[in-house]
């Protein structure tokens, strides 16, 4: 249970961050990026921001932070406040890029910086991570569990630390049925009945699998190393019951944070699929593929004829502003709470869940009513798109479809003699891929969890809302209408901000 005393308006939340000292890592993903926007707007008086980013030096560092951040479309509002000038400056004041990487040991930082940094920060985000489900083990692990580890040796090492906020997924918890508490985990749990998680023996399992990988003869090495890690973290993943790499690392970084962090203050924070913007800065603006718009990506190219989804089924999603507010919400609410450990559901499935159906039929009407052009100025035809509701129907589907043409043609470049050896080769490739892809994400399309959010809605109920602009951190999911939401909003920003 969660107890958040007092109450809290957005005056006193945006208050909390003035002259405060933030470092945050993994603030060229999405949602890093929606922060740091989100405290530079409400709150100009904020000390200064600290982005650990993976470069080379300071100069690449800056460069990077400045093309894939504060250049983005994100920053339209400050832009228009500050003007251009205004705007760089202001942002030289306040933002510091620094060259490092979770992966190592003390960030990859060195002594000086480090010590510099130690004296200063008041507040730690972890936004980094490796976010691919088939991902390779060794990476993952460096990224998902052991950057957590180095990230806490060092908040421990802050003077004046007031709280670590750990960003995690909710889908961490599994592929279970029915209601999914916020729970963190205990150490050496797993999903799977009679199997113990020991993270120390995973990290000693690649080390050993490696070796044996590279003793092999034979082969380019690289890709033998490369395919063998991803295959391994599958296995592992499976064996103590996750469906993929990257819920399996994040679910083990929420274990070893649990077990380091001591007195620090730590908040846990499990967004579901992170869509995009409802409200501000920029209304749909959004970064990278979801998995559930590969359905309008398709509807747009009209390039799928079916897809993997129950339209009946809740698709638990929730726009990345409010994710952004969440965690700025939690911040304050549990600054200096000396040992706690918080955890947070940032979803959706619960208190107002979204069919698939929803954004199939906002997508149907979307492109019904704005059908797409072709090169030439014709308009492509708007197809129906046919759903699978179980993976064994999908895997008949594409025997009958795929499999057995294949077989056919198997056969008769065998009889003459090769002629269609390129042909067969590439499209088995192709047909072995997609049914990767479905073993992959099969679980993740058709989850039939729903996450509980208790603590999330107390820490809701403490926000007062007296003005306006207490509507600033608003992160109650109740309040997206998901109809308005997809048709208006998020379609037309995944067509402008990833189909460029």
């Given at each position: 249970?969660?107890?958040?005393?007092?109450?809290?308006?957005?005056?006193?939340?945006?208050?909390?961050?003035?002259?405060?000292?933030?470092?945050?890592?993994?603030?060229?993903?999405?949602?890093?990026?929606?922060?740091?926007?989100?405290?530079?707007?409400?709150?100009?008086?904020?000390?200064?921001?600290?982005?650990?980013?993976?470069?080379?030096?300071?100069?690449?560092?800056?460069?990077?932070?400045?093309?894939?951040?504060?250049?983005?479309?994100?920053?339209?509002?400050?832009?228009?406040?500050?003007?251009?000038?205004?705007?760089?400056?202001?942002?030289?004041?306040?933002?510091?890029?620094?060259?490092?990487?979770?992966?190592?040991?003390?960030?990859?930082?060195?002594?000086?910086?480090?010590?510099?940094?130690?004296?200063?920060?008041?507040?730690?985000?972890?936004?980094?991570?490796?976010?691919?489900?088939?991902?390779?083990?060794?990476?993952?692990?460096?990224?998902?569990?052991?950057?957590?580890?180095?990230?806490?040796?060092?908040?421990?090492?802050?003077?004046?630390?007031?709280?670590?906020?750990?960003?995690?997924?909710?889908?961490?918890?599994?592929?279970?049925?029915?209601?999914?508490?916020?729970?963190?985990?205990?150490?050496?749990?797993?999903?799977?009945?009679?199997?113990?998680?020991?993270?120390?023996?995973?990290?000693?399992?690649?080390?050993?699998?490696?070796?044996?990988?590279?003793?092999?003869?034979?082969?380019?090495?690289?890709?033998?190393?490369?395919?063998?890690?991803?295959?391994?973290?599958?296995?592992?993943?499976?064996?103590?019951?996750?469906?993929?790499?990257?819920?399996?690392?994040?679910?083990?970084?929420?274990?070893?944070?649990?077990?380091?962090?001591?007195?620090?203050?730590?908040?846990?924070?499990?967004?579901?699929?992170?869509?995009?913007?409802?409200?501000?800065?920029?209304?749909?603006?959004?970064?990278?593929?979801?998995?559930?718009?590969?359905?309008?990506?398709?509807?747009?190219?009209?390039?799928?004829?079916?897809?993997?989804?129950?339209?009946?089924?809740?698709?638990?999603?929730?726009?990345?502003?409010?994710?952004?507010?969440?965690?700025?919400?939690?911040?304050?609410?549990?600054?200096?709470?000396?040992?706690?450990?918080?955890?947070?559901?940032?979803?959706?499935?619960?208190?107002?869940?979204?069919?698939?159906?929803?954004?199939?039929?906002?997508?149907?009407?979307?492109?019904?009513?704005?059908?797409?052009?072709?090169?030439?100025?014709?308009?492509?035809?708007?197809?129906?798109?046919?759903?699978?509701?179980?993976?064994?129907?999908?895997?008949?589907?594409?025997?009958?479809?795929?499999?057995?043409?294949?077989?056919?043609?198997?056969?008769?470049?065998l009889l003459l003699c090769g002629l269609f050896s390129q042909l067969y080769d590439d499209l088995t490739r192709k047909y072995k891929f997609v049914m990767h892809l479905v073993d992959v994400y099969g679980p993740f399309a058709l989850f039939k969890g729903c996450f509980d959010d208790i603590n999330l809605e107390r820490l809701r109920l403490t926000m007062t809302k007296t003005s306006p602009e207490d509507d600033?951190?608003?992160?109650?999911?109740?309040?997206?209408?998901?109809?308005?939401?997809?048709?208006?909003?998020?379609?037309?920003?995944?067509?402008?901000?990833?189909?460029?």
């Amino acid at each position: 249970m969660v107890m958040v005393d007092g109450s809290l308006d957005a005056e006193k939340i945006a208050g909390y961050f003035k002259g405060k000292t933030i470092l945050i890592t993994g603030a060229t993903g999405f949602l890093g990026k929606i922060l740091v926007e989100k405290i530079l707007r409400v709150q100009p008086d904020v000390r200064r921001i600290y982005l650990l980013v993976r470069a080379m030096d300071a100069h690449s560092a800056k460069q990077r932070v400045e093309a894939e951040v504060t250049d983005t479309e994100l920053f339209c509002l400050l832009k228009e406040k500050h003007g251009k000038g205004g705007f760089e400056l202001f942002v030289e004041e306040k933002v510091v890029p620094l060259a490092g990487d979770v992966i190592f040991e003390n960030m990859g930082l060195d002594a000086p910086r480090l010590e510099e940094l130690a004296k200063e920060v008041d507040i730690i985000v972890n936004g980094a991570a490796t976010t691919n489900f088939y991902e390779r083990y060794d990476v993952a692990l460096d990224v998902n569990v052991m950057g957590v580890k180095y990230l806490c040796q060092f908040a421990k090492k802050c003077a004046n630390l007031k709280m670590l906020l750990h960003v995690s997924t909710a889908f961490a918890a599994g592929d279970r049925e029915g209601l999914i508490m916020e729970r963190p985990f205990k150490k050496g749990e797993t999903l799977r009945e009679g199997t113990y998680l020991d993270i120390d023996a995973e990290l000693r399992l690649v080390g050993d699998v490696k070796k044996e990988l590279e003793r092999q003869d034979g082969g380019d090495k690289t890709k033998r190393e490369r395919k063998g890690m991803k295959e391994l973290g599958l296995e592992r993943s499976r064996h103590f019951g996750w469906s993929n790499t990257y819920v399996f690392t994040k679910a083990m970084g929420e274990m070893l944070l649990g077990q380091l962090h001591g007195a620090i203050p730590v908040v846990i924070l499990r967004p579901s699929i992170i869509t995009s913007i409802l409200r501000d800065p920029l209304p749909g603006w959004m970064q990278g593929t979801r998995t559930i718009d590969t359905i309008i990506i398709g509807y747009a190219k009209q390039n799928l004829s079916c897809f993997l989804a129950d339209l009946d089924l809740t698709m638990d999603v929730i726009p990345g502003d409010m994710v952004a507010n969440a965690m700025m919400v939690a911040m304050v609410a549990h600054s200096e709470e000396q040992g706690a450990e918080v955890m947070y559901h940032a979803t959706s499935s619960l208190r107002n869940p979204a069919p698939y159906g929803v954004l199939y039929e906002s997508g149907r009407r979307h492109f019904y009513e704005n059908p797409r052009l072709s090169k030439d100025g014709q308009v492509i035809p708007t197809k129906e798109m046919h759903f699978f509701k179980t993976i064994a129907s999908f895997h008949l589907y594409m025997l009958i479809k795929y499999k057995l043409p294949l077989e056919i043609l198997h056969l008769v470049n065998l009889l003459l003699c090769g002629l269609f050896s390129q042909l067969y080769d590439d499209l088995t490739r192709k047909y072995k891929f997609v049914m990767h892809l479905v073993d992959v994400y099969g679980p993740f399309a058709l989850f039939k969890g729903c996450f509980d959010d208790i603590n999330l809605e107390r820490l809701r109920l403490t926000m007062t809302k007296t003005s306006p602009e207490d509507d600033m951190f608003n992160f109650d999911p109740k309040t997206v209408d998901w109809n308005d939401y997809f048709y208006k909003i998020h379609i037309p920003g995944v067509l402008k901000y990833v189909l460029k």
